[in-house]
């Protein structure tokens, strides 16, 4: 009896602390998540809503004709998360030996081109297990020269309606920090003080401050940062993005505040919800000219098959 009762309290101990231990957040199951609500066919998610009428929308904010530009530039200052590389070689060519004597130049790019600098996040990118977006199983749909499902090349223009929440701005500061955790009630309180309400099919653009870091502080930028939490990924996702976007390298907090959690706004987005993300954004001059509305525009490369693209998105206004 005794033996029975250390037993039976040892098992209770271990079923407490396991509980304690649960994670924050777990993926929904296939028959939640699926179909997907624009149909069980469906690849394009969130780009559903690249229609005219987003385009007319956006038009309407474009007052002066003004550009700017949300993209770093690809080169030898830029941070890339570990195994990733982006290698330029300058090729000389001969010198043509006509009367113009006309020479050329040219470079060979040695890199992972759907996933450095400033990132576009196709739904092939990442997994539950082997269930993709809407349940599409990706051992059925790997090929060595890319994926017969969800290829970036299939995305195509984005012209949308762009949405810069400033968060850093709204907790006043200009860089939040390292860990911090964007919730539901930042995001509420900074659309509240730039008098903004998102709408479906809207660009929701982050800013963090992390920015401020890129290539110029690489190892910290690189080893953590402040991002969106799964509380407020699950809120964003309600309001029926086209993409969420951030000056970070993954759009959520880094490393996640539940230890048992590896990027899960990643899933809630990609997975889940078949809603796009865009990383490592330039925000600076939007911020500093106090810009919160404006057109987006992006263009993904046209890479067959591929998991994402780098980009070099604009604002308009």
């Known amino acids: 009896m005794k033996a029975f009762a250390l037993g039976a309290a040892i098992?209770?101990?271990?079923s407490v602390t396991a509980t304690a231990q649960a994670p924050t957040w777990t993926v929904p199951s296939e028959s939640e998540r699926c179909p997907s609500k624009w149909g069980a066919a469906d690849e394009r998610g969130s780009g559903n809503h690249q229609k005219p009428a987003a385009v007319m929308n956006a038009v309407k904010l474009i007052k002066t004709g003004e550009v700017i530009e949300l993209a770093h530039v690809l080169g030898p200052n830029m941070a890339l998360s570990p195994t990733r590389r982006f290698d330029v070689h300058t090729k000389r060519t001969l010198m043509n030996q006509f009367s113009n004597m006309r020479g050329s130049n040219e470079e060979i790019v040695i890199t992972e081109l759907g996933q450095v600098g400033t990132q576009f996040d196709g739904f092939a990118h990442q997994t539950h297990l082997n269930s993709w977006y809407n349940c599409q199983k990706v051992d059925e749909n790997a090929e060595r020269t890319g994926f017969?499902?969800?290829?970036i090349h299939n995305v195509g223009m984005l012209f949308t309606r762009g949405v810069l929440v400033d968060v850093a701005g709204f907790k006043g500061v200009e860089m939040l920090g390292d860990n911090y955790e964007i919730t539901v009630d930042?995001?509420?309180?900074?659309?509240?003080?730039q008098n903004l309400a998102l709408q479906p099919g809207d660009a929701v653009i982050i800013h963090t401050g992390w920015g401020r870091l890129?290539?110029?502080?690489?190892p910290?930028?690189?080893?953590?940062?402040?991002?969106?939490?799964?509380?407020?990924?699950?809120?964003?996702?309600?309001?029926d993005p086209m993409l969420l976007g951030a000056d970070n390298s993954p759009v959520e907090v880094s490393p996640n505040p539940d230890k048992q959690l590896s990027l899960p706004v990643h899933q809630v987005a990609l997975v889940v919800n078949g809603i796009h993300l865009l990383e490592n954004l330039k925000l600076d001059e939007l911020v500093q000219k106090g810009i919160s509305e404006f057109a987006f525009?992006?263009?993904?490369?046209?890479i067959q098959g591929g998991t994402g693209s780098t980009v070099s998105p604009v604002a308009v206004r």
Not at 11 to 14: E, G, I, P
């Open 186 to 193: 930042d995001l509420e309180g900074a659309l509240k003080k």
């Open 11 to 14: 098992t209770l101990a271990f």
């Open 148 to 151: 017969k499902k969800f290829g």
């Open 220 to 239: 910290r930028y690189m080893k953590s940062n402040p991002g969106i939490g799964v509380p407020a990924a699950l809120w964003l996702a309600t309001k």
């Open 297 to 302: 525009v992006m263009q993904p490369l046209k």
């Open 214 to 218: 890129y290539g110029k502080d690489n």
